[in-house]
């Protein structure tokens, strides 16, 4: 079973810049497909990113061009890497390898 720890939330301007990261343990990491997801109010809970074993990322279109994700194979930690904010992207952002972190708010404001 997957533990995972968010960290790195917290409230920005519009135009400004956060990184979240996701500590991992008990999983196979180097071999683990690795994504993170946001739920905003009252919306379904979407994909953001994903970094498969071999390092191909992927990107919801709403977010290419800003978002990174990344992975650190020696501290098992996944990144997000997000910049040039916008208010719609204001959710809770959660990371996921085969089970769900507790998840971490961002707040965007304009």
């Known amino acids: 079973q997957a533990d995972l720890a968010e960290s790195g939330g917290g409230s920005v301007q519009a135009g400004g810049s956060l990184r979240l990261s996701c500590a991992a343990s008990?999983?196979?990491?180097?071999?683990?497909?690795m994504a993170w997801f946001r739920q905003a109010p009252g919306k379904e809970r979407e994909g953001v990113a994903a970094?498969?074993?071999?390092?191909?990322?992927n990107y919801a279109e709403s977010v290419k061009g800003r978002f990174t994700i990344s992975k650190d194979y020696a501290k098992n930690i996944l990144y997000l890497q997000m910049s040039s904010l916008k208010s719609e992207d204001t959710a809770m952002y959660y990371c996921?390898?085969?089970?769900w972190g507790q998840g971490i708010q961002v707040n965007v404001s304009s």
């Open positions: 008990g999983i196979a990491y180097s071999r683990s497909c």
């Open positions: 970094i498969d074993s071999d390092g191909t990322s």
């Open positions: 996921a390898a085969g089970d």
